[in-house]
């Protein structure tokens, strides 16, 4: 047990280290970066996989396999966390057939939600969440936009005091409800925090991101992106030159740095149902990532555009 | 939920417009050669329109009837809950109006055909005639043919269509009690003029072009249907339409 608290307190001051750390590890070898969870230790690729939008596919077998093969490419460049929720309609059956297909199932960070506005319902949902998954449990369960959270946190924290879960977080999207946020995450045991962070809206740096950090709450950040039109809105202009200074090969994996280079953040979760743009965004977990003062320069750069 | 006021159309759309096209290519996979039949439906119905005949009311109220009861099986129940969460609701919605326009049909407690010069006659036979072409648009977008639109197995033509057609229809006063009449009349308009509203948010949300034409003719149908009372001055339906 010793050892254990020892090698998490390690790995927690290294995370503490922040950008510092990606530098060495960018130099040093080619796998994805990864942070490590602070509550735990366990160390998470700094790029996951979502699966809003893209991975609501209804039963057509043909798009069922190429998210398939998006699984299959964010497997192979190292990713682990794929977050889902009921509320993605058949997302969750998505993510299940793609386990199955890509035999992935022992290496997936499975994340997925409750979302229901009953508390006594949430346990059945939980449940067929899971079988939709194709595992025998979950690593991480959120309570989806905080609906129903008196409810359903207790259930959730119950289930990792009783070993079925490894980890409970909550999540909120957009800006939504931060002050909430900020009360449960400062009362609450909780491992994960889920919030939107991308280069225009920044608002969790000012509290959410440092009360993260004070509570050893990991960050999952959601709309990396702005659900597409933060890129599409960038690829108007030329990436700035100096961008090869942190290895980016393009606007996709500027924004992704940008994120996950705050040394609050665990883990960002860009969406895609394309096996290129995956790639692309595993990318950005490699290579030199920017520092405090780059990142100030790539928010003022985009701010100005 | 508090915060209300902070969500967008954009926030509920659950899916691509990939995705949201692969469901008409996949129906029309499943219903082909259904599209043949729903055309030459619909092409009927026009001709049936264009004579203005006293006498086909029923004939009319049960092609459409089949057409939104189709759609609401076919379209919302089997491929669109796949991926929308409301699309349960929607086939509800399509059911009813196939339901009311089905008990028309067989009471025949329905309504006569206007005659084919009056104003709103001509417009509506001029909207179904949009909703019979609706696949062309598709193509004019660069859309494969695999994906048309198609009036009776798809929900905005089949809406457009009928709002022309109740357009051309005159309600036979002395066959319901007035309040009865008038609900069921309201409900016929309110569905598909409803869905028009709802198809147009959904795609604009999906930045598709042609997000405008449906709520645009709707609210031409709503105009035009202002062109005269929705019981016209004309002398009750022939004993044949019963």
Redesign the interface.
Same mark, same amino acid.
């Given at each position: 047990m010793q050892t254990a608290v020892t090698r998490r307190a390690v790995l927690a001051r290294l995370a503490a280290l922040g950008p510092l750390s990606f530098v060495g590890m960018a130099t040093a070898q080619s796998a994805a970066a990864t942070r490590a969870i602070p509550s735990s230790g366990e160390a998470l690729p700094l790029v996951g996989l979502g699966t809003w939008? &893209?991975f609501? =596919? !209804? $039963? $057509?077998g =043909?798009?069922r396999d190429a998210c398939a093969e998006v699984m299959r490419a964010f497997f192979a460049a190292g990713g682990r966390m794929i977050d889902s929720s009921p509320m993605? !309609?058949?997302s969750q059956a998505v993510v299940g057939h793609g386990l199955v297909r890509t035999g992935s199932a022992g290496r997936v960070f499975a994340a997925d939600k409750v979302w229901t506005s009953s508390g006594a319902r949430g346990p059945a949902q939980i449940e067929t969440s899971r079988s939709l998954w194709n595992l025998p449990r979950f690593d991480l369960l959120q309570v989806h936009n905080l609906l129903a959270w008196p409810e359903h946190l207790p259930t959730l924290l119950a289930m990792k005091a009783a070993g079925r879960l490894r980890y409970v977080g909550i999540t909120t999207s957009? !800006? *939504? *409800?931060h002050r909430e946020i900020e009360q449960i995450m400062a009362s609450r045991p909780i491992d994960f925090v889920q919030v939107s962070y991308n280069l225009l809206d920044r608002e969790v740096e000012q509290r959410i991101l440092p009360l993260a950090q004070e509570r050893r709450i990991a960050v999952i950040v959601n709309r990396p992106f702005r659900?597409g039109d933060l890129l599409q809105d960038l690829q108007r202009h030329r990436l700035p030159a100096w961008a090869t200074e942190i290895d980016c090969d393009g606007w996709a994996q500027f924004a992704l740095k940008f994120i996950v280079s705050h040394p609050a953040v665990t883990c960002a979760i860009p969406a895609t &149902?394309s096996v290129a743009h995956v790639r692309q965004n595993m990318g950005a977990a490699r290579g030199r990532m920017p520092d405090a003062a780059m990142r100030r320069r790539m928010a003022a750069h985009v701010a100005a555009l | 939920m508090s915060e209300w006021w902070t969500y967008r159309p954009s926030d509920f759309l659950m899916f691509s417009e990939r995705t949201y096209r692969r469901l008409f290519e996949l129906l029309n996979a499943d219903l082909w050669p259904g599209q043949l039949v729903a055309i030459a439906a619909a092409l009927l119905l026009f001709a049936l329109l264009r004579r203005g005949s006293l006498g086909l009311g029923r004939l009319v109220f049960a092609n459409v009837a089949a057409a939104w009861l189709c759609t609401a099986w076919a379209f919302f129940w089997q491929r669109y809950a796949g991926i929308n969460w409301a699309a349960p609701g929607f086939a509800a919605a399509f059911a009813l109006e196939g339901s009311l326009l089905l008990a028309l049909a067989i009471t025949g407690r329905a309504a006569g055909l206007r005659a084919a010069g009056e104003a709103r006659a001509m417009a509506g036979r001029g909207l179904l005639l949009a909703a019979i072409v609706y696949p062309v648009l598709g193509l004019v977008l660069g859309r494969p043919t695999s994906q048309a639109e198609v009036i009776g197995l798809a929900p905005d033509p089949t809406a457009i269509g009928t709002l022309g057609i109740l357009l051309v229809c005159r309600w036979d006063e002395s066959s319901l009690p007035g309040g009865a009449r008038l609900g069921a009349v309201a409900l016929l308009w309110a569905i598909p003029v409803a869905w028009c509203l709802v198809t147009g948010l959904t795609l604009w949300t999906l930045h598709a072009p042609e997000a405008i034409i449906a709520p645009a003719l709707a609210l031409l149908a709503l105009w035009a249907a202002r062109l005269s009372p929705t019981s016209s001055s004309l002398p009750p339906p022939h004993a044949a339409d019963r």
């Open positions: 939008i &893209t609501n =596919v !209804g $039963d $057509d =043909v798009a993605y !309609g058949s957009e !800006g *939504r *409800r659900q &149902t | -």
